[in-house]
């Protein structure tokens, strides 16, 4: 087969459009950008309320099936007899996961029978799935089924070389393969215009869902804390989840419900002005890969400020472009904000460092990287990216 022909892809995941999560946006551009290069692209994904089919390229086909929402995530129903007839009649010959969902174990097992190439991106660890407390007794048995979902795939693409130690120590043979994530909003002109204002708000940014492994508590205490020593302190909190009334709670417990503002979902245009206008962006959760968000940020030229557990020196620089603080230590956290607070010329400095960090990731330099995977795995070339 003639390298760089064009190809006929199936893509699947829960999320897609409209797309709610990191991997949903990043499915979203990948579908688009291949479709762009002429390969014949077939999406496999959920039915969600609110959706619209109606603006596919002609080499798009777009596959919803019925839809179960549970724990906040939008689960499809796909038969495998419906599975292969998709496949089947749109002539897939490589099949590329993007979701640990029952979509994705069904449709695996369906392209293995039929020995079709199969690849996973590594967007989310198991353990997101056990996070639901109804869900945590099944944990041995959502391991077992992603090892075995795990093992049926040809390769494996991670965003995160942190990961890959663990996958090998729990039994995953398949070849894991690096290749960052990318920045999905065009890379801003960030200019300056005038002096900045020193009686400006301090702005602090969060975005993703409001869910448990996000550890939004430790945030907002950091940030009440803060707010008790400085003047001005903001905190925006992008994005939808189970926990707002909760953490609506907290906010009025820790007096600061008029320092804290709950903009819910905000589209691209909305969400660009955030991260325009913020100081600092803050990602303390407790299980990350690589989230899509925190290169949005860097791309901003903004600071960063993770827990332990989103530090990833693939794309973070410690003390350069990012602070780490554990992922309860609530003073750790008012230091960190602290620091960017009371230092300006510093909190500039680790912006323009995290802006140069992703400077080379847009969409083409990472997609087209994947594209020259595809090949490798139709034609039987060792694989690498």
């Known amino acids: 087969m003639q390298a760089g022909a064009p190809r006929r892809i199936a893509l699947v995941s829960d999320d897609f459009v409209p797309p709610m999560t990191g991997a949903g946006y990043y ?33 798009m086909k777009v596959y919803r099936g019925p839809t179960l929402t549970m724990f906040g995530f939008d689960q499809a129903l796909f038969t495998p007899g419906r599975i292969r007839r ?24 369906v392209a293995h029978a039929m020995r079709l190439p199969q690849l996973y991106t590594y967007h989310m660890s198991v353990e997101l799935l056990s996070q639901p407390v109804p869900m945590r007794p099944f944990k041995p048995l959502l391991f077992a089924l992603y090892k075995r979902f795990a093992q049926r ?40 215009h005038g002096d900045p204002k020193t009686d400006a708000p301090f702005r602090i940014l969060y975005v993703g869902r409001l869910a448990p492994e996000k550890n939004l508590a430790l945030l907002l205490r950091g940030v009440a804390d803060l707010a008790r ?50 100081d600092v962006f803050v990602l303390p959760s407790k299980n990350e890969v690589q989230p899509m968000v925190l290169l949005e940020a860097m791309s901003f030229g903004k600071p960063i400020v993770v827990s332990e557990h ?5 794309f973070l620089a410690r003390d350069s472009t990012c602070l780490v603080v554990g992922e309860d230590d609530v003073d750790g956290m008012s230091a960190a904000l602290r620091t960017l607070y009371d230092e300006p010329a510093r909190k500039l400095e680790m912006g323009c460092a995290a802006r140069q960090a992703v400077q080379n990731l847009s969409p083409p330099a990472v997609f087209s990287r994947l594209e020259g995977l595809y090949d490798r795995l139709l034609s039987g070339a060792p694989l690498q990216v």
């Open 27 to 59: 499915l979203k551009s990948l579908a688009f950008y291949l479709a762009g290069r002429g390969h014949h692209v077939v999406v496999l994904t959920t039915r969600p309320k609110r959706h619209g089919d109606d603006a596919w390229p002609a080499n």
């Open 86 to 109: 998709i496949l089947e009649h749109e002539r897939v010959e490589l099949v590329h996961h993007h979701y640990l969902s029952g979509l994705s174990y069904s449709c695996a097992s």
């Open 153 to 192: 795939m040809n390769c494996i693409v991670t965003p995160s070389r942190k990961v890959i130690p663990q996958m090998q120590s729990d039994g995953i043979g398949t070849q894991v393969l690096y290749l960052s994530n990318p920045v999905l909003f065009d890379i801003p002109d960030l200019t300056p």
């Open 229 to 278: 020593q400085r003047k001005g302190v903001e905190l925006w909190i992008a994005g939808k989840g189970l926990l707002q009334p909760q953490l609506e709670a907290l906010c009025a417990e820790l007096g600061i419900r008029d320092t804290v503002t709950f903009f819910g979902h905000l589209d691209w245009k909305q969400l660009s002005e955030k991260y325009a206008q913020c």
């Open 310 to 314: 989103v530090y990833n020196p693939d």
